[in-house]
């Protein structure tokens, strides 16, 4: 088998919604009539994004995960994607165990891959994803107003103490359940697809934090012209990690580093009317996510950080994980 | 002015037609009721699908070309595009080159950049093209039938023949204006989007020509089960390069490589009932593009090279261009 013809084995299946699959010149998709098109497309590098001894499994999931993520910030439903492949070598494992996970992903949310590219060269991973959401009804950047509760889904920072972990910079080391339970958060994001799309109607403003919670929220912050501040203890709860804290003996601030500024969370910041609480949370039960209020949207501008008795913690070195620094 | 700063400045422009740009989670588009949506992704690597010192503005515009080409195949109008980009370092000038030359290109076919990604890494390019076409109307590698026309657009060999002379394989060296003339077909390929357009409902197939003439030929014959017969003197004369023969002294069988394998030639090849040659010609003059008949499509399967005598030339090492070997 030629390396095309494995790499075709592995990722070609039969087409199911779209009109036109893998192996002409372009996918073709439908559209449902009056539905706008959702597109996001995200890069993911090795040695960046990823360790080189990532489990290809959970790389293939993360791969189309983190374009999920963006629709679900979004609140479109997901159609299909694209993948565009640089490969140093055809690595027969790796690419079963890629195609296994980013496959299972894809059926998960009923989603197919309906073309790309693949080529020779250092390891990158593109993916463009497609949903389609109603006129008017896409979650924006933009529409946050003051007085706005602030919310998060899932978990928070733990992403990040994994990859502190790795990096050796935990000291003492994790426990093992502590650390695979954090790893798994890093690697195996869960793109909040059904919340977003819950969310339609009773969201302000969303999107979803891949960079840090402090430094994404400075997004919606920008695009809508407010403020917000943050109740720490609120965000520090959603860490999961948190539960073992007397354990960990880690430094207050490296709790609020990687909740603040932790980066790779994958998980949905939106805000909503106080007024929409328990719509808030009855989307949030629809959908089988957890959601925690962690703030609300200030008139003014920035963010203010505060701690259990209401005092501003000083802004210190949370700033934003950034994939380009 | 900091690096994403830096990275938007050249690529932002106010959204026109789409219902929302770069700087959300998504982008949103629009697509025309009952219109199906056509996509194609192409991933451009250094030292693989370009040199690195190649001129960025021409960089940029064959980044973009390569999947309008996809388009063009498919007969789809192009609506937008995201981009991906790893960068090893941001270099102002090689971005703004970069950008000058994909947007002019966007321009030329009035579609916009919506969306995409930047991260630090070994330099890749990826594209994700968006075009819309009319249900069942889209050209498909699987219509040739038996006794139809085969059909290219434009000039087929120049583009390798620049490359060839880049690596030295060219003795005696090009003289400068052919030289140069090759190098803009290697670096500065023509989409041809009009002509797309205008085939459809007259070719039986079609499909862009990225790999080489005979290479991607035969996934028309595939697709469509049929066999084809080439005119080995038809496809030389569409060479650009080919007027300056006496003057060059390249061996035939040099020439036969550059024009049925060379790759990179992002021409059209597509068939057609030969009852409808008028409505071709018509097409390809409303496209403003030149069309040459090279051959025909045969029952059976495989392809047979014919020279100016009728006499199948010997399959010799005219293979597939292929990006992964």
Redesign the interface.
């Known amino acids: 088998m030629g390396?095309?013809d494995l790499i075709a084995h592995y990722f070609t299946r039969p087409v199911r919604r779209a009109?036109?699959g893998v192996?002409?010149?372009?996918?073709?998709?439908?559209?449902e009539?009056?539905?706008?098109?959702?597109?996001?497309?995200?890069?993911?590098?090795?040695?960046?994004?990823f360790f080189d001894d990532v489990n290809p499994v959970h790389l293939g999931h993360k791969s189309l995960a983190v374009n999920l993520s963006?629709?679900a910030?979004?609140g479109?439903r997901p159609l299909?994607f694209?993948?565009?492949?640089?490969l140093p070598a055809?690595d027969e494992p790796w690419l079963k165990g890629f195609a296994q996970g980013l496959l299972a992903l894809a059926d998960a949310h009923d989603i197919e891959l309906?073309?790309?590219?693949?080529?020779?060269?250092?390891l990158?991973i593109?993916i463009?994803a497609?949903?389609e959401?109603p006129?008017g009804k896409?979650l924006?950047?933009?529409g946050a107003l003051p007085g706005d509760d602030i919310w998060v889904s899932g978990t928070l920072g733990d992403a990040r103490l994994a990859l502190d972990a790795a990096l050796g910079k935990i000291d003492p080391p994790l426990p093992p359940e502590v650390l695979d339970a954090a790893r798994e958060r890093l690697e195996c994001p869960t793109p909040r697809v059904a919340l977003g799309m819950a969310l339609r109607g009773i969201a302000s403003s969303?999107?979803?934090l891949s960079d840090g919670l402090l430094g994404d929220l400075t997004h919606i912050l920008e695009?809508s012209q407010v403020g917000a501040q943050i109740d720490a203890d609120a965000a520090l709860q959603t860490m999961a990690a948190r539960a073992f804290a007397p354990a960990l003996r880690l430094a207050d601030t490296q709790w609020l580093e990687c909740v603040l500024a932790g980066g790779d969370d994958y998980e949905l910041a939106f805000t909503a009317p106080a007024a929409l609480r328990v719509a808030v949370q009855d989307a949030a039960c629809s959908a089988s996510t957890r959601v925690t209020r962690i703030g609300s949207i200030t008139a003014g501008h920035g963010i203010r950080v505060l701690d259990a008795n209401g005092r501003a913690l000083p802004r210190q070195r949370w700033d934003s994980f950034?994939?380009?620094?």
């Not at 009539?33 to 994004?49: I, K």
């Not at 694209?82 to 640089?86: E, Q």
């Open positions: 390396e095309f009109a036109l192996g002409d010149d372009c996918a073709l998709l439908r559209i009539p009056g539905m706008q098109l959702a597109v996001s497309s995200d890069m993911l590098v090795a040695g960046r994004h963006d629709l910030a979004s479109a299909a694209t993948l565009a492949l640089s055809v309906v073309g790309g590219d693949t080529t020779h060269g250092p990158n593109c463009t497609f949903g959401v006129p896409a924006l950047r933009s969303a999107l979803d695009q950034d994939h380009f620094a």
